[in-house]
T-cell receptor, first 113, second 113 residues
Framework: NAGVTQTPKFQVLKTGQSMTLQCAQDMNHEYMSWYRQDPGMGLRLIHY???????DQGEVPNGYNVSRSTTEDFPLRLLSAAPSQTSVYFC????????????FGSGTRLTVV | GENVEQHPSTLSVQEGDSAVIKCTYSDSASNYFPWYKQELGKRPQLIID?????GEKKDQRIAVTLNKTAKHFSLHITETQPEDSAVYFCAATYSGGYQKVTFGTGTKLQVIP
């Protein structure tokens, strides 16, 4: 199994550009989440999904959209990038829910200039 | 919602000494408390977890304790080694449904050889 795969690993965007961060898992996990990691602030939840077709907002959802058309994929869309969205983004998944512990992807380092 | 506080933010210990990291949570409904280790430039990885029906759990040199009454839980690392140097995150959630996972802000542990 590849586990949780995130692409790209690095990305530089100009303010106002849009892009999609990809996340795919091959472990048949129902629960998937997106986090951003900023120095001194830990991991903050952006959006999460409990299964195909079901998504919900996390702690910091503004400026981001998600969809879950399949069990395997959970892309994160930045609608109009802002410097405040410069961060490291992690996708995470678990089999039955948050009580099963997360498997994290390797992260995407995004810089918005 | 849940709020998780983690202390200290940085911790330096001599190799062979013990390290203790403490977290408090606010939601008495939380019943699953995982700990993640993140080495520099890498993804967080689950190292140990504890559920609310257990007061202590050990795995070789690491242990976690939980005090439900006081709403705090701690990570204990004994006989620390240089490879234990990393950022450690605690988290809390309710595992009975599809709840959000809330992370602490992290503790940077440095083990000095």
């Amino acid at each position: 199994n590849a586990g949780v795969t995130q692409t790209p690993k690095f990305q530089v965007l100009k303010t106002g550009q849009s892009m999609t961060l990809q996340c795919a898992q091959d472990m048949n996990h129902e629960y998937m989440s997106w986090y951003r990691q900023d120095p001194g602030m830990g991991l903050r939840l952006i959006h999460y999904s409990v299964g195909a077709g079901i998504t919900d907002q996390g702690e910091v959802p503004n400026g981001y959209n998600v969809s879950r058309s399949t069990t395997e994929d959970f892309p994160l869309r930045l609608l109009s990038a802002a410097p405040s969205q410069t961060s490291v983004y992690f996708c995470a998944s678990s089999y039955g829910g948050p009580g099963d512990g997360y498997t994290f992807g390797s992260g995407t380092r995004l810089t918005v200039v | 919602g849940e709020n998780v506080e983690q202390h200290p933010s940085t911790l330096s210990v001599q190799e062979g000494d013990s390290a203790v990291i403490k977290c408090t949570y606010s939601d008495s409904a939380s019943n699953y408390f995982p700990w993640y280790k993140q080495e520099l430039g890498k993804r967080p990885q689950l190292i140990i977890d504890i559920r609310s029906n257990v007061g202590e759990k050990k795995d070789q040199r690491i242990a976690v304790t939980l005090n439900k009454t006081a709403k705090h839980f701690s990570l204990h690392i004994t006989e620390t080694q240089p490879e234990d140097s990393a950022v450690y995150f605690c988290a809390a959630t309710y595992s009975g449904g599809y709840q959000k996972v809330t992370f602490g802000t992290g503790t940077k542990l440095q083990v000095i050889p």
